[in-house]
């Protein structure tokens, strides 16, 4: 099984309409994982039935019992994420979980109370299964989401056999893009003929090789700017990271979009083609 | 003072590009401090292009082991709710990148074994440009946690200029830590199935936060129109709709504002802002209101 991801560092480069196309050309051979658990979207593209929900608790919150509470004020001054307020009521969203205060507490006041983060589905799609989740508003671990999205689509990988399995990664370089792209085979870097983008390809670059994962670059709406494009591949020359391919600006992406179709089945003739060159090279 | 941020779910959708030209078009008028929290993935800079005069290293705080005092007790992994510490017969293991800086470990240690030093995950940068303060952050790659980088980079504003704060996508913790403490959010969209579901994200997490918020519809002629049907069951205002232009996309990629390129859109950028001031001075009244 060959393990990829696809990521961008900067947001809204086109990553998701381009696993949704792999998925559409893998002809059902693969898993699809949806990293980006905080704003999830490949579902909307390649539909999805429901197979399976599961709680996430990966966090606990303090919670204060004010019967037992002495108001001594050393839960407050210990506190490092400015959680607990004066009158000893504790913010669940500065709550980090470290139990400092639970841990501290004189008068045994405090106990930690596990916390539903979100949840993760697997469900069934046109091109085979799909293994999702939803963090919960506002909270934190989504690396940790990630990584239990991840290991279950691997396990669904081994048992039915399947040629690969494929990662939609979320934007940035922070924790849920690290579980994303820790010990993947290979890498897809979709990125814009942008300052922005440019200067986010650099860092996510960096990132790859910091876990020691080899990326190939796709340029999409290259012809937005010509002169950054230009930048874009003198920079890939320099860096020696292989150009998979150059992908034209096209309504054709939305409009598959709001259809809820992979765009590969919307179209015909070059942009297929070019689609179809960029997933033969990240996938071979 | 006005702390304005700039926030969307979905990345992509033009938040920067939204809050460098509010930014540069307030700075006309007045001293402005542009922050940009989205530190895994800086951008503003790029358009505004400050003269960056200092740069400060932000870090963790990490436990050190003297082995000198440490008796392999264990008390530290106990207390660790993060396991970033392993402790074996005759040495003690730290994961520096599991570990939150909580400090639970140095303070419950018996034998104060244990002392705190930083280790890095970033810079904050700072300069200026005519009227602006500019401020960011800079996550180092392979770093997992930017949280405490953005509260340090919100912790370099002065509090008494009108504040513009980027935000980085999403709405889990980094996006909380930099909208959290901002008098209004403008959230940043696109008329397409992403662009609905991620607002839809977004909007739910501006209201848990009770912060007040508006939209901008970027490339309002693409897609379809469920965003504005969304916006006015949510009675949520549309601050501004930018329809997709070539040119304008073109100019933005070459890293160039567009307020001063296109003079049409200083007045967009206007009505935008007094939309903005006359939604946060109403929500002050109200409040001032219910507390009578």
């Given at each position: ?11 809204g480069?086109?990553k998701?309409?381009l696993v ?12 699809l ?8 979207n490949?579902?909307?593209?390649t ?5 399976e929900t ?12 004010r ?7 050393l ?25 400092f ?7 045994g006041?405090v106990?930690m109370?596990?916390k539903?983060?979100g ?6 799609t046109?091109?085979?299964k ?23 689509a ?9 040629k690969?399995?494929l ?26 003929p ?11 670059v ?10 190939v670059?796709c340029i999409n ?5 010509e002169?950054?494009t230009?930048r874009?591949e ?5 860096e ?8 034209p600006?096209?309504r054709?992406?939305?409009e598959?979009?709001?259809r809820g ?24 | ?9 979905k ?13 540069l ?8 401090e ?19 005069e200092?740069?400060?290293e932000?870090g963790?705080p990490?436990?050190v082991?003297?082995?000198?005092r ?7 992994a106990?207390v660790c709710?993060?396991?970033?510490l392993a402790?074996?017969q005759?040495?003690?293991?730290v ?8 400090g ?7 034998q104060?074994a244990?002392s705190?030093?930083d280790r ?7 300069g200026s440009?005519n009227?602006?303060d500019f ?6 790659p392979g ?20 504040t513009?704060?980027?935000s980085p996508?999403g709405?889990?913790?980094?996006a909380?830590s ?35 918020s508006?939209?901008v ?19 949520l ?5 930018v329809?997709?232009?070539r ?7 070459c ?12 007045k ?12 946060v001075?109403g929500?002050?009244?109200?409040e001032k209101?219910?507390?009578?």
């Amino acid at each position: 099984m060959k393990k990829m991801t696809v990521i961008s560092g900067k947001g809204g480069t086109g990553k998701t309409s381009l696993v949704g196309a792999f998925a559409s050309l893998a002809g059902g051979d693969l898993i699809l994982v949806d990293g980006d658990v905080d704003a999830a979207n490949l579902s909307l593209i390649t539909g999805s039935d429901l197979l399976e929900t599961h709680e996430f608790y990966a966090s606990k919150v303090a919670k204060i019992d004010r019967e037992k509470c002495s108001a001594c004020g050393l839960c407050i001054d210990l506190c490092r994420f400015e959680a607990i307020s004066k009158e000893y009521l504790v913010d669940p969203i500065n709550c980090e979980g470290c139990s400092f205060c639970a841990h501290a507490c004189p008068d045994g006041a405090v106990s930690m109370l596990d916390k539903t983060s979100g949840q993760w589905y697997v469900s069934n799609t046109t091109y085979g299964k799909l293994v999702h989740a939803r963090l919960g508003i506002a909270e934190e671990n989504s690396g940790k989401l990630v990584t239990t999205i991840r290991n279950r689509a691997q396990e669904l990988a081994e048992v039915s056999g399947k040629k690969y399995l494929l990662i939609d990664g979320p934007p940035g370089i922070g924790c849920p893009v690290i579980a994303s792209l820790a010990g993947v085979d290979a890498a897809l870097i979709v990125t814009e003929p942008s300052v922005s983008g440019i200067h986010d390809l650099e860092r996510v670059v960096a990132l790859c090789r910091y876990f020691e994962v080899s990326p190939v670059v796709c340029i999409n709406r290259y012809d937005l700017a010509e002169t950054q494009t230009s930048r874009i591949e003198d920079y890939c020359l320099k860096e020696r990271v292989p150009l998979a391919g150059k992908l034209p600006f096209n309504r054709s992406f939305v409009e598959a979009m709001v259809r809820g179709k992979p765009v590969t089945e919307w179209i015909d003739g070059s942009l297929l083609k070019e689609i179809n060159v960029v997933w033969e090279i990240l996938s071979k | 003072m006005m702390n304005l941020a700039i926030a969307s779910g979905k990345g992509g959708t033009g938040k920067t590009t939204v809050a460098v030209n509010l930014a540069l078009l307030l700075s006309q008028d007045e001293q402005v401090e542009f922050l940009d929290c989205d530190v895994e993935e800086p951008n503003a800079h790029l358009f505004i292009k400050p003269k960056f005069e200092s740069v400060k290293e932000v870090g963790i705080p990490n436990p050190v082991i003297d082995f000198n005092r440490c008796d392999f007790c264990g008390r530290c992994a106990e207390v660790c709710a993060f396991n970033a510490l392993a402790v074996f017969q005759e040495h003690v293991m730290v994961l520096p990148e599991l570990c939150h800086g909580c400090g639970s470990c140095a303070y419950f240690c018996p034998q104060k074994a244990i002392s705190e030093h930083d280790r890095t995950i970033g810079v904050i940068e700072s300069g200026s440009v005519n009227r602006i303060d500019f401020v960011h952050g800079c996550l180092n790659p392979g770093e997992a946690m930017s949280p405490p980088l953005i509260d340090a980079v919100k912790k370099m504003a002065s509090r008494d200029k009108m504040t513009v704060i980027d935000s980085p996508p999403g709405t889990s913790c980094p996006a909380i830590s930099a909208i959290k403490g901002s008098d209004f959010c403008i959230l940043v969209t696109e008329p397409t199935s992403f662009g609905l579901n991620d607002l839809d994200l977004v909007y739910q997490t501006v209201t848990r936060l009770g912060l007040p918020s508006g939209v901008v519809i970027n490339r309002c002629d693409i897609g379809d129109g469920r965003v504005e049907e969304y916006c006015r069951k949510n009675n949520l205002p549309v601050l501004l709709k930018v329809p997709f232009d070539r040119k304008v996309a073109g100019l933005c990629a070459c890293g160039e504002p567009v307020i001063f390129k296109f003079p049409a859109w200083q007045k967009n950028f206007k009505q935008l802002y007094d939309q903005v001031r006359i939604l946060v001075e109403g929500a002050v009244y109200n409040e001032k209101n219910d507390s009578y």
